[in-house]
């Protein structure tokens, strides 16, 4: 049974051929199923746009409102359409994305072909994640967050707000971004967020802290447990509290020839 909101003026709702929509799902404002989807059960969309193959698994939600925050006015989301004066719908996933059970993805995200969102995960307003990309069970992505092409971001991973990930970095379970120094929450000092830089193809070992405004170099590689307090050069290998160089990344652990082709890099 699919619901959808009736006092919405001028809404459209698209749905393309040979879709698989299950029980409950509610569709809101303008909506575009693409060819060959599936829609799991009680699954809840808003202002969305899905192109063809794509899968939302049961119990996800895509287009969770921008509420006011405690301390701050959020920016309005929205994702606009090849018309630059028209905004049709505020969330876009391309083709072939699988979206797992118990997604919610706020709107104003824009997610591009072939990615993985898995369990539980959450996508904070004004993400932008393109293709061929993977997001771990129970991650959470908050707002303002730009991801790369062929990430890997593995499960239970914090990204904070701002934060600028580029493309084929692979980032371990359980690392935690920071962004906030100083921190100002009900102190007399200016909060000031800082997001991190993680540069093409770094990689980040499982529970890894990254401090605010800290930028890892390209093939950089963190070991596991590592605290980034500051920069780090480009295809070092660190590790410790605080991070420190143990030595050069041979090259055998640079990005793959075929991959660099692939891609143009």
Known sequence: MIMTNKNLDNEK??????????????????IRIGNNCKIGNNVFLKSVSLDDNTTVEDNSVLGYGNITG??????????????????LYQIKIGKNVLIRTGVTI?????????????HNAIIRENVTILEDTTIGSNTICENNVSIGKRCAIHNN??????????????IGPGVTFTNNSPIGHLRNVPSTIRGAKLRLGCAIGGGVTICPGVEIGHEAIIAAGAIVT??????????????????????????KEDIRKQYGI
């Open 70 to 87: 405690h301390y701050y006015e959020p920016k309005q989301s929205q994702v606009k359409d090849e018309n630059p004066n028209k905004v």
């Open 157 to 170: 991973t914090m990204v904070c707000a701002e934060t600028m990930i580029e493309s084929y970095v692979f």
């Open 13 to 30: 709702i698209i749905i393309g051929k040979n879709c698989e929509i299950n029980d409950n799902v509610v569709l809101v404002g303008n």
């Open 230 to 255: 500051k920069d780090i050069p480009p295809r070092i290998i660190v590790a410790g509290n605080p991070a420190k160089k143990i030595k050069d990344v041979d090259q055998q652990s640079f990005i």
């Open 106 to 118: 706020y709107l104003g995200v824009n997610i591009s072909d072939n990615c993985w969102i898995n």
